[in-house]
Nanobody, 115 residues
Framework: QVRLVESGGGLVQAGGSLRLSCASSGINFKIHRMEWHRQVPGNQRDFLAGINSNGSTNYQDSVKGRFTISRDNARNTVYLQMNSLKPEDTAVYFC?????????WGQGTRVTVSS
């Protein structure tokens, strides 16, 4: 059974930093592309960053230079380091991976950035 569990969200002031973690189980983590997305209530879920099995990464333009995705294959965990946070980064953050025929999602972790 595939399971993704996000953690690390919270309340932070604008300009601050947070590091999100997503622990996975039920997959051969090291071969999977992992992604972070976020969702503001009432809006669609948006792609933020992805990391491939070879470590290559890509980002949504709005977070380039501020957010960094990384992975620890020994811990089956993907991270999202978020710096220079802005109030518009307030959202629920999800990690996801594609396995067999579908995407799997965690329950999300809430990030609130105060101005």
């Amino acid at each position: 059974q595939v399971r993704l569990v996000e953690s690390g969200g919270g309340l932070v002031q604008a300009g601050g930093s947070l590091r999100l973690s997503c622990a996975s189980s039920g997959i051969n983590f090291k071969i999977h592309r992992m992604e972070w997305h976020r969702q503001v209530p009432g809006n669609q879920r948006d792609f933020l960053a992805g990391i491939n099995s070879n470590g290559s990464t890509n980002y949504q333009d709005s977070v380039k230079g501020r957010f960094t995705i990384s992975r620890d294959n020994a811990r089956n965990t993907v991270y999202l380091q978020m710096n220079s946070l802005k109030p518009e980064d307030t959202a629920v953050y999800f990690c996801t991976t594609y396995y067999k025929t579908r995407n799997y999602w965690g329950q999300g972790t809430r990030v609130t950035v105060s101005s």
